[in-house]
Each structure stands twice: as structure tokens, then as C-alpha cells.
């Protein structure tokens, strides 16, 4: 819950975002390699630049 109180202008894409985020956190995932810059807005996740 503190993920969405942390993004106050949580709509559109982001939303999507935090969701992938916020499962990928319940399962233990860390990494996501992506070109998506919003999942640097996620402390939890260590986002790597696949290009």
C-alpha cells in the first residue's frame, strides 16, 4: 500500500507500472530489464536497460 500512497499521481500507465511492480515485489523479483523509465520511480526494483 505505501507504493500507491508514494505516488500521489498514480493513473494512466503508471498505474499499470505500479501493479507489475508491486507483484514483482510479492514474489521476491528485484530485477526487470526494460526501456520503460517509469519503473525507476520503484526503489525496490533494480531496473536494467536491456539496450
Partial sequence: ???IADLP???G???HDAHTA????EHGI???CT???DFHRFAFLE???PL
Avoid at 22 to 25: A, D
Wanted: no cysteine; glycine share 0%; hydrophobic share 60%.
Fill in 47 to 49: 531496473v536494467v536497460d
Fill in 9 to 11: 499521481a498514480l493513473a
Fill in 1 to 3: 500500500m505505501e507504493v
Fill in 30 to 32: 528485484r530485477r526487470i
Fill in 13 to 15: 500507465n503508471l498505474f
Fill in 22 to 25: 508491486i507483484l514483482m515485489r
Fill in 35 to 37: 526501456r520503460d523509465t
